[in-house]
Nanobody, 115 residues
Framework: QVQLVESGGDLVQPGGSLRLSCAAS????????MSWHRQAPGKERELVAS????????TYADSVRGRFTISRDNAKNMLYLQMNSLKPEDTAVYYC????????WGQGTQVTVSS
């Protein structure tokens, strides 16, 4: 069965960095577009970044462009999100998502940006 397991969330000060990871299993990882989404308290879940199946094409939300970098390692079935220059408004639960006819979500990892 499809499994997506996120890790790397933490409490970090404004201006700091974190790297989120998503371990994928149960499907041919290299065949699917993947993305990161986030949901802050009281807000709707939003798309943060997406990456094509081979990793050659990426897209970002305006709010994170230039600060976040999405990447993948198809040999290891891993998806990453490098987050730099973090702001308090980046505080949210971050989710890994497999795109396709049927989408799958991971369980999420909490990122808190606070001094």
């Amino acid at each position: 069965q499809v499994q997506l397991v996120e890790s790397g969330g933490d409490l970090v000060q404004p201006g700091g960095s974190l790297r989120l990871s998503c371990a994928a299993s149960g499907f041919t990882f290299s065949s699917y577009f993947m993305s990161w989404h986030r949901q802050a308290p009281g807000k709707e879940r939003e798309l943060v970044a997406s990456i094509s199946s081979a990793g050659g094409s990426t897209t970002y939300a305006d709010s994170v462009r230039g600060r976040f970098t999405i990447s993948r390692d198809n040999a290891k079935n891993m998806l990453y999100l490098q987050m730099n220059s973090l702001k308090p408004e980046d505080t949210a639960v971050y989710y890994c998502y497999r795109n396709g006819n049927r989408g799958y979500w991971g369980q999420g990892t909490q990122v808190t940006v606070s001094s």
